[in-house]
Structures are given as C-alpha cells and as structure tokens.
C-alpha cells in the first residue's frame, strides 16, 4: 500500500471513538509494520516524565530490551536531543546505535512535537539495507502531526 493510501488510514485509527490511545498508537504501529514491507519494527517511544530518557510505549514487531533509552543514547536518544529526523542507511557505520536485533539493517526515527515540544518520536527499524526515502520522512512527519492531535497535553507527563 503507497504513503498515499495509508494516510486514510491512519486517521480513520486515530478517530476511533471508542480505542484508547494506547490502543490506537499499537493499531498505527502494526498496520505501518504489515503494510510496509521494509518496516520490520515499528514504535513510539515518548518522554519518561520529567525524566531525560524515552519510554517505549506502543510497538510492533519483536519485543525489545531497550524500553528505556537516556537522552542523547542511541537513534533514539540523539533525536530526542537534536529534535531533527535520523535517517540511518547501514547501523552498523553508526558509533552510538543501540542494537535491538541482529538482523537490523536500517533505521529512522522522527521527532513528535506537541504544543512546539519534543515530546517522543516513531522509530522503524529495517531489515532491508538503506532502504528509507524522503517519502519515508514526510509519511512519518504526516503520522507523528496527526498522533500529536489525540494526544492530552501532558501525555509525556504521564
């Protein structure tokens, strides 16, 4: 399915009436995972409270240790720092990347800003090598401004 048709779909997700937002983020995270190929894991990672580490909270694809991630450590990390889209072609050229799985080949994760904050991020992982356009980036802005719409103002808060 293009970028293109996934769009509907994502919003029709976030405005289901009656799913929490636990359950509509875990919905993003697995149909993003089943309907594109290269997306071996998907996750939303958010800020741990007041805390300057992520917190996994909704995800799809093989469990990871890494539910927690300091600022500044990792993908992940760094985004939550740099507040800019990491797109990653081969991880293993990467110094500071946090292996989830041996068979990771690639990775990207984009900021999610509520109210102008940095408040948590999308991260895919790929099996593929290199295989992340910037059609990848502008869905993922698309998914993480529309995630930032359901979102309570003090959701990272919690």
């Known amino acids: 399915m293009s970028f293109e048709n996934l769009k509907p779909l994502v919003e029709e997700i976030l405005h289901q009436e009656n ?11 697995a149909n993003l995972k089943s309907e594109i190929p290269y997306y071996n894991w998907v996750g939303f990672y958010f800020k741990n409270g007041d805390k300057n580490e992520l917190k996994l909270h909704s995800f799809a694809g093989e469990p990871t240790d ?3 991630i300091p600022f500044g450590k990792g993908i992940c990390g760094q985004v939550a720092v740099s507040n800019k889209n990491f797109v ?7 110094d500071n990347y946090i292996a989830c799985s ?7 994760v984009v900021p999610l800003f509520k109210d102008g904050e940095n408040i948590g991020q999308i991260d895919i992982d ?8 910037l059609e990848d980036e502008a869905f993922l802005e698309f998914v993480n ?5 359901i979102l309570p103002t003090n959701f990272s808060k919690v």
């Open 66 to 68: 890494h539910t927690i």
């Open 145 to 149: 401004e529309k995630v930032a719409e």
């Open 88 to 94: 990653v072609p081969d991880v293993k050229a990467q």
């Open 19 to 29: 799913a929490s937002v636990e359950e509509k983020l875990t919905q993003i995270c």
């Open 102 to 108: 041996i068979d990771v080949k690639a990775e990207i």
């Open 126 to 133: 790929s099996h593929t090598p290199d295989p992340f356009t």
